[in-house]
């Protein structure tokens, strides 16, 4: 019997062993495994992160091509108010400078005619002078009175 113990004992020796080998051989794989896994996690942050920086460079690259449009737009806009101003500017110079002929005309006419009522004021009271100059007893007379 001491036999068939050795044999059960070398048995269950070899059945150990090949168990140990099995789960030497499943934690060993057990551990690739894992390995595999975090190397993908890794992989799969890493896509994760380079996607998240494309979007994020993606939206700056948007507004940064809105804030231009505006600043384009907004410079456009200045310059043709500017422009719009300029010739409402000129516009009203003209039309000042119209007035201010027509009231030049109106001022010169009014000192024309007040000139020739002068000449005419001027002319009657000399005509009247040497009428009165002309007829001094007539004056003399009503100075007595």
């Not at 690739?32 to 799969?44: K, P, T």
């Amino acid at each position: 019997m001491s036999s068939a113990k050795e044999t059960a004992v070398a048995g269950s020796f070899c059945a150990e062993d090949s168990l140990r080998s099995a789960n030497d051989s499943l934690r060993e794989e057990n551990m690739n495994l894992r390995s595999q896994l975090e190397a993908e996690q890794q992989r799969y942050r890493r896509l994760l992160c380079e996607r998240s920086q494309c979007e994020r460079d993606a939206r700056m690259t948007e507004r940064q091509r809105s804030a231009d449009a505006l600043a384009s737009s907004t410079s456009k806009l200045c310059a043709e108010k500017q422009s719009e101003l300029i010739r409402q500017k000129e516009l009203l110079t003209q039309c000042y400078q119209k007035e201010i002929e027509q009231l030049i005309r109106q001022k010169d006419q009014q000192l024309s005619r007040f000139r020739a009522e002068l000449e005419k004021t001027k002319d009657e009271l000399s005509t009247q002078v040497q009428a009165m100059l002309q007829q001094p007893a007539v004056n003399t007379d009503l100075i007595d009175r």
